[in-house]
């Protein structure tokens, strides 16, 4: 069994961790926060609430926050969820905090992924219709 016991994540490592898995850094009030836009449908975007306050060099103290990761579809002109997704707790090794949030980063990718399917399919049919009469 794991420890559960709280661990600092050192915000340096998070940014080169994350940064190595295509993510870009910006920020949501005074949280670092790091966005990936989807290989083919750049309105999705999976984003990382790290719970990192701009200038400080780890995340903030036990039971504060956690790290978020979703999925938002994005135009410019209205912005949504797609996917949300359990928390990653800071509790453990740092290198299983980034194991667990690699594992929802991915979670919310295949989601986007999905959510481009079923939005694809729902255009297809509708195209069906008109092209039917319907």
């Not at 940064?19 to 750049?42: A, C, I, L, M």
């Not at 997704?85 to 980034?98: D, I, L, S």
């Amino acid at each position: 069994m794991s420890d559960q016991r709280f661990v600092e994540v050192n915000s340096e490592r998070m940014e080169a961790f994350l940064q190595s898995k295509g993510f870009e850094r910006t920020t949501f009030g005074d949280e670092e926060v790091y966005f990936r836009k989807h290989n083919k449908y750049p309105k999705l975007q999976v984003k990382v609430y790290t719970s990192i306050r701009i200038g400080n060099s780890s995340a903030r103290s036990c039971g504060a926050d956690a790290i978020r990761v979703v999925a938002i579809f994005d135009d410019g002109k209205k912005s949504f969820g797609v996917g949300k997704f359990p928390r990653v707790y800071r509790t453990g090794t740092e290198e299983g905090v980034f194991e667990r949030t690699l594992l929802r980063m991915k979670e919310a990718y295949q989601r986007c992924n999905d959510w481009l399917k079923i939005q694809r399919r729902k255009q297809a049919q509708a195209q069906s219709n008109v092209s039917m009469g319907n």
